[in-house]
């Protein structure tokens, strides 16, 4: 089953914008290898850091949303807790517009029948 996820991860701000690209690539190849599919990719850039991260205060921001299995997850965030190059990281499940709007019809029609009955 394919669920939306969405990964943002930081990466130090002492990279060049070549292995920015690589470590996006790395991340995004190994969420396809996972059965990962319609991917998006943002490169947010480089922002201040709320507070001090392994002794960084800036960091390249960048998000990742796609559609996978939840099997996909484990081995990108292990492959990103021994990288060097990311200081933090966060995968969310994203709740679907659709499921809740059917969500909200049933449930109309759930209290239209108990009010007529």
Same mark, same amino acid.
């Given at each position: 089953? !394919?669920?939306?996820?969405?990964?943002?991860?930081?990466l130090r701000p002492d990279l @060049?914008?070549?292995? =920015?690209? #690589?470590?996006?690539? +790395?991340?995004?190849? /190994? /969420?396809?290898?996972?059965?990962?599919?319609?991917?998006?990719? #943002?490169?947010?850039? +480089?922002?201040? /850091?709320?507070?001090?991260?392994?002794?960084?205060?800036?960091?390249?921001?960048? #998000?990742?949303?796609?559609? @996978?299995?939840?099997?996909?997850? $484990?081995?990108?965030?292990?492959?990103?807790?021994? !990288?060097?190059?990311?200081?933090?990281?966060?995968?969310?499940? #994203?709740? /679907?517009?659709?499921?809740?709007?059917?969500?909200d019809t049933e449930t109309a029609d759930t209290e239209t029948? $108990? =009010?007529? $009955?």
């Open positions: 089953m !394919s669920i939306v996820y969405e990964t943002i991860y930081i @060049g914008d070549e292995q =920015v690209e #690589q470590a996006i690539a +790395k991340y995004q190849n /190994l /969420l396809q290898e996972q059965g990962a599919e319609n991917m998006e990719v #943002q490169n947010r850039g +480089k922002r201040r /850091l709320a507070y001090e991260i392994k002794k960084h205060r800036d960091g390249i921001y960048v #998000q990742m949303n796609y559609t @996978g299995p939840g099997s996909a997850i $484990a081995p990108m965030e292990r492959a990103m807790r021994l !990288s060097e190059e990311v200081i933090r990281y966060l995968t969310i499940k #994203q709740d /679907l517009p659709d499921a809740e709007a059917d969500a029948v $108990a =009010v007529t $009955a």
